[in-house]
């Protein structure tokens, strides 16, 4: 207890005020790094955009360009890869605000927990962004234009940039199944029991997420749901081998 006193003496001593004026400042510092990184993505969103769609463009045959259907789509396409290309690059500062503001509140441990935490997301998130960039994509892509081969495919720029953001942002978050299992099972809401019980509901489950996340087409669902089964099993063993020998 005393310890924890000591921990939190600099930040008792803080006034409501103080804290509010703390917390104005993290914001503003946040509020710049996203305007910094929007504009130093927008000075590359040309080539930025065709790094993003890559997946899709690098199935379709020379002769095949994607089209815009109003004067302003490039323009607001560029606009929004450059706001989320800059989110994402000025992420690990925005995180440091947000630390700076909440660890003198929190214990050591809870420190560790809080930066291993993050660490362990941030992998797990472009594990799953990645996979589903280099390996899964091209194919899944491949196989559905396969199938408009009597017709010409006339696919926008909007289109194709919101597919593959919504596709790439579906497999990261899904990849983070492992953090978010081991999580509540650390806290004791979850038991490994329970997990290996859930199995039937879980893959119900994981195929109809899949559904609502992923474009309306099969292999876009299997493609996302497998992979997150392989994660949950992958999270009992996680919890068989954590969980139990610290608790």
Not at 49 to 72: D, G, H, M, N, Y
Not at 81 to 93: H, K, N, R, T, Y
Not at 133 to 138: A, T
Not at 168 to 190: M, W, Y
Request: net charge positive; proline share 5%; glycine share 4%.
């Amino acid at each position: 207890m005393e310890s924890r006193k000591e921990e939190l003496s600099s930040d008792k001593e803080m006034t409501f005020l103080q804290h509010l004026e703390e917390l104005r400042s993290r914001l503003i510092h946040i509020i710049i790094y996203l305007i910094l990184g929007f504009i130093g993505s927008y000075a590359f969103s040309k080539s930025l955009f065709k790094a993003v769609i890559r997946p899709l463009s690098s199935v379709l045959s020379p002769e095949q360009k994607l089209v815009f259907t109003s004067p302003a789509q490039p323009f607001i396409v560029y606009i929004k890869i450059s706001a989320i290309m800059g989110a994402f690059f000025a992420f690990p500062l925005i995180f440091y605000e947000i630390w700076k503001f909440v660890a003198p509140g929190l214990y050591r441990k809870e420190k560790i927990y809080g930066i291993v935490f993050f660490v362990s997301s941030c992998i797990f998130f472009i594990g799953g962004a990645s996979f589903a960039y280099f390996l899964l994509l091209p194919y899944c892509f491949k196989f559905l234009l396969s199938y408009g081969g009597d017709f010409l495919p006339m696919l926008t720029i909007k289109e194709a940039l919101s597919t593959v953001a919504m596709l790439l942002f579906a497999f990261g978050l899904a990849f983070e199944l492992p953090v978010f299992v081991f999580i509540i099972a650390k806290i004791g809401l979850i038991s490994i029991e329970t997990l290996k019980k859930g199995r039937p509901y879980v893959i119900l489950i994981l195929f109809a997420a899949s559904a609502i996340i992923t474009p309306p087409d099969v292999v876009s669902q299997i493609a996302l749901a497998i992979p997150m089964y392989i994660l949950y099993e992958f999270s009992i063993l996680l919890v068989r081998l954590l969980v139990k020998k610290n608790d």
